[in-house]
């Protein structure tokens, strides 16, 4: 059975700083590329990154520049370092691993990419 666990959530403030982390079991977590997506009340999902298995990283525009992914493929873990946050970044935030074996999802920030995801992580900036 494939579980993600995503944690390091939590309360801040506009400008502080969040390493969210995800440990994978269940499948070889070396073999398939991640996203982080979140959602925000009363939204739908949107990616936030993703990275390959050998750790080429993809952002979209709200997150270039101000988050970083990575995956320690040892610890079967991804992690999301989110720096600046604003309010906006306010959502629930999940660590998806991609359906495709090996290869990184030709549409990363297509959400049916992905058939593995975990129960989120809920993160609150305000303002």
């Known amino acids: 059975q494939v579980q993600l666990v995503e944690s390091g959530g939590g309360l801040v403030q506009t400008g502080d700083s969040l390493r969210l982390s995800c440990v994978v079991s269940?499948?070889?977590?070396?073999?398939?590329?991640m996203g982080w997506f979140r959602q925000a009340s009363g939204k739908g999902r949107e990616l936030v990154a993703a990275?390959?298995?050998?750790?080429?990283?993809f952002y979209t525009s709200s997150a270039k520049g101000r988050f970083a992914v990575s995956r320690d493929n040892a610890k079967n873990t991804v992690y999301l370092q989110m720096n600046i946050l604003k309010p906006e970044d306010t959502a629930v935030y999940y660590c998806?691993?991609?359906?495709?074996?090996?290869?990184?999802?030709?549409?990363?920030?297509?959400?049916?990419?992905?058939?593995?995801w975990g129960q989120g992580t809920q993160v609150t900036v305000s303002s």
């Open positions: 998806p691993s991609q359906r495709a074996i090996f290869t990184m999802a030709a549409n990363p920030w297509e959400a049916n990419e992905y058939n593995y």
């Open positions: 269940g499948r070889t977590f070396s073999e398939y590329a």
């Open positions: 990275v390959s298995v050998d750790g080429i990283t």
